[in-house]
């Protein structure tokens, strides 16, 4: 039986894989756009969200697969986030919001302190986030789709290294064969 339940979270996870690949590469690639664009006119990567946002900030200066500068990106661990946004964010500026749902980032409020610092806002949520009204329409959801939050955490994983790997290609081209 055990071993039963864990053979189901796979399949689960393989579904639901399947299911968000074509449904999530528009918004994944507009957020690519809007994050390129930022730290090519010399803005900065606020991201907020947990232990996910220290990945990608990571990820960003260090580099995903390759070799490359170093982007400007900082993951906001400081609690209440939207403060370190207005600390931080300068016009042009991206905040990256990764929310699964659990309540480890006042969304809402990180939202408005962006746009009141003229920032865009890329955000990784669940299906249907409460503070989704408060996106304009220059923003960009990537609104995963399931309810649970264990599934919606490991698609902003994939969803995040997408982002890395498209930023990437956008700034270094293809990799080499080798």
């Known amino acids: 039986m055990l071993e039963q339940r864990i053979q189901q979270q796979f399949f689960e996870n393989a579904d639901l ?6 449904a999530l590469a528009r918004p994944l690639a ?10 090519t006119a010399g803005g900065k990567l606020l991201v907020a969200g ?3 946002a220290d990945v990608f900030a990571g990820l960003c200066v260090r580099g995903f697969e390759r070799e490359r500068p170093p982007l400007a990106a ?3 661990s400081a609690a209440p986030v939207a403060l370190s946004v207005r600390a931080l964010g300068l016009p042009g500026d991206v ?6 749902g659990a309540g480890e980032v006042d969304a809402a409020q990180a939202v408005a302190a962006a746009h009141d610092k003229e920032m865009a806002v890329v955000a990784l949520a669940g299906i ?7 996106l304009t329409e220059t923003d960009v959801l990537i609104a995963l789709p399931h309810e649970r939050s264990a599934r919606v955490r490991e698609l902003q994983l994939l969803a995040l290294h997408t982002l890395a790997d ?4 956008q700034l270094m081209g293809e990799l080499d064969p080798a």
């Open 95 to 100: 905040l990256l919001l990764v929310d699964d």
């Open 50 to 52: 947990g232990v996910l």
């Open 74 to 76: 900082v993951a906001l």
């Open 166 to 169: 498209a930023v990437d290609l």
């Open 30 to 39: 507009e957020a690519a756009q809007t994050l390129l664009g930022s730290l």
């Open 128 to 134: 249907d986030p409460p503070w989704r009204a408060a």
């Open 17 to 22: 894989l399947y299911q968000a690949g074509e």
